[in-house]
Every structure is written in structure tokens, then in C-alpha cells.
């Protein structure tokens, strides 16, 4: 399968390095043959959303047919830290990040000095002191830390404006005139909907559509569904006119009707609940399973430790209208897979392991591990909404083209022909699902048979390669 051309056909695929050198023809004397016949191969997924930055994380991502995982709509300052960190560490996929909104305003606003740790991100969610608008002064500081982070290579701007919803719009504008001049698209977790906040300084998802007419900026729709909860069919309508009318917005979504936060989120306090219908017992603390209780526990929870990751259950998927609803996210014409995957906390206390089959005991949302195999199998196993070339257009082509301008390395990823990166998936057509639980959720995905990442196998006739760690960096170059 390729989507970039619509290639589907059985053909054999050449590889030489870290490249496909040819598709069809005639097979070299000395090649190395892998029997493939029967099976699904196309470009390997490329992840938008992914906070994943562990070993263990990324391994269970891999069983997912993810290849490259980039952490865009948070981010992480310093830009450089981040990379070197990964590079140090290695990792299984390619990897890579946006310039943070949020750590910017943090060193502005709070003094803070930034720290490129998705647990530094989460401990700050629930100071006020971040939320506010910015002095003229203040707002200019942030934005040239955000435009220094661009030019050390940053895929662009993640703004996590969900997280301090009433703030000035006019700022979410600069930024977007910051990432339109150095051509860099934005990621954006929007700030409430009006239906759920009337008082809203803009509805959030009109936020996004204005600053791209306005700006002509790249604007990315972060997990759509989280977001417009029973509202998405209103914001899918609005997004579309926006592409008709020749915006630069795209979307994306995950197939759950739960999502995963720091429990300090702004949208969590006890007084925001009731406009999206959701109670205390609708969250439940990822670290020890508690479901929340009571309006005093949710309190005591914030005010211990309002990083802490929570299970949001914003949608019950077991009624018929609200999966109804997740499925037209991920039907919308152009709609992207991505998983806004968390990385995975053991009872000790720990965020990575080396050990594998991983430890027992291991607490996150079942999206890391499974969205992809999810949506395949909802999208195209279980209604046939998807074509298998659709669904790789949609996992893989789609999301590479969101970065190919900032990132000249991305414009071989997503595609599978003479010239593209040799990051394959192969995937057993009739087995591939999801088995993560919330339960779980350390369960890795089925029917992933075979997985390279730069033209070395990392899933090898269904098994993980723990050997082999051949993940690079996907790194920004701003005009």
C-alpha cells in the first residue's frame, strides 16, 4: 500500500539501508527474503501525539504499527535538552517535539526555569499563576523563547490553550503570526467550547479557524473528540467549511471515550465539571485506580499533587450514540490517528523499564498501546468505513504531511516507494486489533508481524527486538 500514489497491489518491496530502493521488480541475487505473502505492507504510522518518551512506551507503540511518535501538542523547552536526552537514552521510534507554549509562559510568567519532562509539564498544569494573560512585556519575552526553540529545531509550536482558557486571544494570535512567518504549524489543545463555557473569551475551536484565515499559519485541531466531546459533529462542520475555504487547519482524533490529564487541569475543578456532565466519579487517579468519590476528594486530590494522571471518561462507549460519535470523528474526511499517548507508571514509582515482556502492574490509558489497532479494527475490520489504503493514508501519510514543511526528513516518511524511509508495517489483515484494557492497559496490540524503523526490524515475525533501539531524531528547520 502507498498511499502518496494509491499503489495497491501485491508487489515485492526493495530495501537497501534505510531506504526503499524499489517497488516491484525484480528481486537482487544476494537480497535478503522476507515471506510477507498474504500479509498488509505500507508506510509505518506516524504518532502527532505522543508523550510517550520512554523506551518501554515506544515499544508498546511499536506493536501498534507506530514507527516515528512525536510529542507536538505539549512540547517540551529546552528544545535542545529534549533531543539530546532522547538521542542519549535512544529510543525504539523516531522522535521528535514542538517548541512548548505552556513552559514558555512558565519561565515568563512563573520564573520557572524550563525542565524538557512531560512530569515537569503535568506539575505545573494547576498554577494559576501560568493561566493569566500576559503584560505586553511578558507576552514578548515568550515569544521570542518560542522563536529561539524554532530555531533550535523545534516541529513547530505546541500550545496548550485548555489549560489556561481565558486568556487573551489576541496572544493565541501572535503565536500563530510567530509560526506563519517561520513557516511552523501550530498544535493546539483549544480552550472550552462555547456550549460548554458561554463566557468563553472565544469558542475554542473557532479560536483555531480564525487564526489561520487571519494568519494563513498551519493550525493543527489536537484529538478533536476529547475536546468537542457530544459536540464534535458542530465542530467537524465548522473545521470543514474552514479547509473548503482554503485554511491550513487539519484534525485529528483517538478512537476512546476516555482521555487522560493531570488531575490539576484547569477544565477538572470541581465548578467545571457539571458543564460537560461530568462528576467526580467519572475520574479515576491512573497511579492506584481510585475513582474519585466525592467533590472533597477531587479537592484534595488537586491540592496533593495536581500532576498526578487521571482517567477522564468523557463518553461511555458502550451507548450507541456516543460511539456513533467517535466514529464520525474518525470517519471526518482527513481525520488523523493520533493516540495522545501517556507513558506507563509502575507500582514503585517508575516510568520505564528495560524489561521485557514488561512487568506486571503497569498503569496508563489503553490509547498508548492500542490506538491504532483500535481504529483499524473499528474503521476497516469491523464497518468498512476505510479502505486499507484509506487507513494508511490516515495513520501515516496524513500526519507526515502535517510536519513535511518544517521538517525536510519527514518528506520520505508516510509512503512507501523508490525513495522513502524504510519504516514499514506488516500487518496480518484478519488479526490485527487492539487488546489494551482500561483494566489492562499494558496489553500490546495484535497482528503487527513485522515493524522496520530505518531499514532495521524492531518486530521481527511478530516478536519485539529488544536488541536494537534505531529510532532517530526529526528535527525543524524554520525559514
Not at 475554542?204 to 489536537?222: K, L, Q, R, Y
Not at 475555504?245 to 482524533?253: K, M, N
Not at 497511579?287 to 466525592?294: C, F, H, N
Not at 479537592?299 to 482517567?311: F, M, T
Request: net charge negative; charged share 20%; proline share 7%.
Amino acid at each position: 500500500m502507498d498511499p502518496r500514489s494509491g499503489h495497491d497491489a501485491v508487489a515485492d518491496v526493495l530495501i537497501d539501508g534505510d531506504r526503499v530502493v524499489a517497488l516491484g521488480g525484480p528481486v537482487p541475487a544476494d537480497a535478503q527474503v522476507v515471506d510477507v505473502s498474504g500479509m498488509v505492507v505500507g508506510p509505518g504510522f506516524v504518532d502527532l501525539h505522543s508523550h510517550v518518551h520512554t523506551i518501554s512506551g515506544q515499544r508498546l507503540q511499536a506493536l501498534d504499527g507506530v514507527t516515528t511518535a512525536l510529542d507536538l501538542e505539549a512540547g517540551l523547552m529546552p528544545i535542545g535538552r529534549a533531543y539530546a536526552n532522547a538521542s542519549a537514552e535512544g529510543r525504539p521510534l523516531n522522535f521528535g517535539f514542538s517548541a512548548s507554549w505552556g513552559a514558555a509562559r512558565a519561565a515568563v510568567l512563573l520564573g520557572m526555569t524550563p525542565d524538557p519532562s512531560l512530569e515537569a509539564g503535568l506539575a505545573v498544569l494547576g498554577d494559576p499563576g501560568w493561566q493569566r494573560s500576559s503584560s505586553p512585556a511578558e507576552l514578548a519575552a515568550w515569544l521570542e523563547l518560542l522563536s529561539g526553540e524554532l530555531a533550535e529545531g523545534a516541529l513547530g509550536i505546541g500550545v496548550l490553550m485548555g489549560y489556561a482558557p481565558r486568556t487573551d486571544p489576541a496572544e493565541f494570535l501572535a503565536v500563530a503570526s510567530l509560526a506563519a512567518a517561520a513557516g511552523a504549524p501550530t498544535y493546539t489543545h483549544v480552550r472550552e467550547l462555547i456550549e460548554a463555557d458561554p463566557t468563553t473569551p472565544v469558542d475554542g475551536s473557532e479560536e483555531i479557524v480564525i487564526a489561520a484565515a487571519e494568519t494563513g499559519a498551519a493550525m493543527h485541531h489536537c484529538h478533536v473528540n476529547s475536546t468537542s466531546r457530544r459536540h464534535v459533529d458542530r465542530v467537524l462542520g465548522l473545521l470543514d467549511r474552514a479547509r473548503v475555504q482554503g485554511s491550513r487547519v487539519t484534525v485529528e482524533t483517538y478512537p476512546y471515550g476516555a482521555g487522560a490529564t493531570g488531575v490539576g487541569a484547569y477544565f477538572l475543578a470541581p465548578d467545571r465539571l457539571d458543564v460537560w456532565g461530568l462528576r467526580p466519579s467519572n475520574l479515576v487517579m491512573v497511579a492506584t485506580g481510585e475513582r474519585i468519590s466525592s467533590v472533597s476528594r477531587l479537592v484534595e486530590l488537586r491540592s496533593l499533587d495536581p500532576g498526578a494522571e487521571c482517567i477522564v471518561e468523557f463518553l461511555d462507549e458502550t451507548r450507541p450514540a456516543d460511539r456513533a460519535l467517535l466514529e464520525h470523528s474518525l470517519a471526518f474526511p482527513d481525520a488523523i490517528v493520533a493516540s495522545d499517548g501517556m507513558p506507563t507508571l509502575w507500582p514503585d514509582g517508575t516510568r520505564d523499564t528495560l524489561e521485557w515482556p514488561l512487568p506486571p502492574g503497569g498503569h496508563t490509558h489503553p490509547r498508548s498501546a492500542g490506538t491504532f489497532a483500535k481504529s483499524l479494527r473499528l474503521m476497516v475490520r469491523e464497518t468498512g468505513t476505510w479502505s486499507w489504503l484509506e487507513a494508511f493514508r490516515r495513520c501515516s501519510y496524513l500526519p507526515a504531511q502535517v510536519v513535511a514543511d518544517i521538517a525536510p526528513d519527514a518528506r520520505a516518511k508516510g509512503w512507501l516507494g523508490a525513495g522513502s524511509c524504510a519504516d514499514i508495517v506488516v500487518l496480518d489483515p484478519s488479526l490485527i486489533t487492539d487488546t489494551a484494557t482500561y483494566r489492562e492497559p499494558t496489553r500490546a496490540s495484535q497482528g503487527v508481524r513485522q515493524l522496520l524503523v530505518n531499514g532495521v526490524f524492531l518486530v521481527r515475525d511478530g516478536q519485539l527486538q529488544v536488541d536494537v533501539l534505531p529510532g532517530r531524531p526529526l528535527r525543524g528547520s524554520p525559514r
